[in-house]
């Protein structure tokens, strides 16, 4: 075993503290908010854990392996769930995948290789991308270099570690756990080491090591294959196999063609992950690397060129049969291949001209660095897809209340609408005392009996019905990427219905004693505008969240909707338009909706006017809340034509 010179002591200290410095630097700006799988991954698996103690097998958003949330439980106890608690255990995992980089490079190869190699992994736009946030993803490349460094040592070391041995075991055990591209670790060790050329009589350890491992992960694929519509995830991507079964070759080949060009033409393409399609390397960059697998390949005697090739291929090879092609998270496995190779070319100029060790490794250092650390700390956080994406707008409106505890009555327009807007909330804002409200402004408004501050995020995409209405409201202060009103919502029209078919007022006819109808609007042949008032708490279930996509059999929609039907004279549904656009558990008594429901009449439909049954229910078991009479609706007479 080789020894630590000083300066590698010295450099391999440096690393290190450059990949946790780079892993906690401006950590609540980039990413710039939270997105739906941290919050799913956190709330719904580590918290509840806590909650109800650990689990085998997470079925839920497409079937999740349980090690990374058991581990960051306990974190979640102590600190509370906040930016620092969630996405520690990535920049852990983050920088010790920095660590054993380097030690798999300085075993496989050379001192120089091995920091070279850390240090670009720790510099990188990829590595930092998910060291940085709180899904697993990263969670799998510790345990899998354990696996690698220690296979390593049991085949090719002189004396055999018992340690090492049980490294191989626990490390492919650990990514099998963690997440499903960990599957690939035993393929990788059973494919690419027996060509490694280990010692004569090392194989039965090494054999048994690994079979070991696969034991101890034996129940969580017995819990993956026995619990209903779990490993969904596989079946969702694995879009390219399902059309090779069909005879259709052409989406594998594209995918395949497009993986193999993502570290010079186009990168991933989602924006969570990548400045869409950016390639992994600069051409550059891409040169440099593309040269270091001329170089293994022209040392295909060697066992490390063949390990360090194979890791390459079986680590990309997902991203063969799924879609998105080249992505950043199903190549996971890949990238510490994938630098060791960049390294590559300052080894094979090494070995004929020393004195070009430390150009070359400065060089590519700053091929890697010079680009990536920009373009992940500046370029990609200040997308206006990626703070969409990652709410960064309520990241600011956040901070804003924080920061003006005078306001307490808040509407949020939210246009992703859905539980985790609200979560992503909850979980930065530091006050208890805001009442917030949170609409869909492409078809609903909210207001109350006072002025309520609304903040919206993009002033184009509100519905054109409420735009008069919003001409007049103040414009007042907000928070960055938003836009403020004070609004009022008025009385309705003096032209509106405000009566049933019995000639009975509306508003003297609130649905289960709460949600009041006071009056619909016809707009045109296709519109319809209902006003709707709060005049009781709501009987809504508990909220409780679910995972997106939710486990088999579990519903994750909406407990209350509207259902609007319009009737023609013969007493045939002609249209009908359902939906609530408000989150009712964030309504209070008081509050004012106004509603837009919008119709497609089919060709030949009768002419109008029409009969509009109007009500409310709830999607998950068809309930329909009833009015003080037992009625189950509103009929409103005389709703439009089709003129």
Known sequence: MKRLEPWERWGVVAMLLLAWGLRWIALLDVPPGWRDDDLIELYTFSWKILESGPQLYFAGASGHEPLYHTLRAPLLAVAGLNQASARWQAAVFGTLAVLLTWAVGRRLFTREVGLLSGTLVAVSFWALMYSRVAIRHMGALPWMLLAIYSAWRVLHDARLSHAAVWGIAIGAAGALYTYYAGRLIPVLLVVALPFADGQ??????????????????????????????????????????????????????????????????????????????????????????????????????????????LWLGVGIAPAFISLPPSSYGHTILALPAVYTLLAMPMKAAARRWRWTTAPLWVLTLALVAG?????????????????????????????????????????????????????????????????????????????????????????????????????????????????????????????????????????????ANTLTLQAVTWENATTLLTWWMVVGDLPLPPFELIPNPPPPGVYNGPRLSVFTHLIAAEGTMVAGDDGLWVDPYSLRVGDRILQVHRFTLPEGAPGGPYTLDIGLYDPLTGERWQLPDGADRLTVYGVGSRE
């Open 371 to 511: 680009r990536d650390l920009p373009d992940y700390f500046v370029n990609w956080p200040q997308a206006s897809m990626v703070r969409f994406l990652y709410r960064a707008d309520y990241r600011a409106l956040v901070q804003y209340l924080d920061a003006h505890p005078e306001i307490g009555e808040v509407a949020v327009g939210s246009f992703l609408y859905g539980p985790w807007d609200k979560v992503a909330v909850a979980t930065d804002m530091q006050r208890q005392d805001v009442a917030l409200r949170y609409v869909n402004p492409e078809r609903a408004l909210v207001g109350g009996a006072r002025p309520m501050r609304f903040y919206v995020q993009d002033e184009n995409k509100r519905a054109p019905q409420f735009q008069a209405l919003l001409d007049v409201a103040p414009r007042i202060e907000a928070p960055t990427g938003m836009q403020g009103l004070l609004l009022t919502l008025p009385e309705p029209p003096a032209d509106a219905l405000t009566a049933d078919v019995k000639g009975q007022r509306l508003a003297e006819q609130p649905f």
């Open 200 to 309: 004569k009589g090392r194989w039965k350890p090494y054999l048994a090591a690994l079979a070991v491992g696969v034991l101890l992960a034996a129940p969580m694929f017995w819990a993956a294959a026995h619990i209903p519509g779990a490993d969904a995830r596989v079946g969702e991507l694995a879009v390219p196999l399902r059309e090779l079964r069909a005879g259709n070759w052409k989406p594998l080949l594209q995918t395949t063609w497009t993986t193999l060009g993502m570290a010079h033409a186009k990168g991933d393409p989602e924006w969570l992950y990548n400045i869409s399609e950016r390639p992994v390397f600069s051409l550059a960059g891409a040169a440099f690397f593309y040269l270091g697998i001329l170089t293994r390949l022209g040392h295909l005697k060697q066992a490390n060129a063949r390990l360090l090739l």
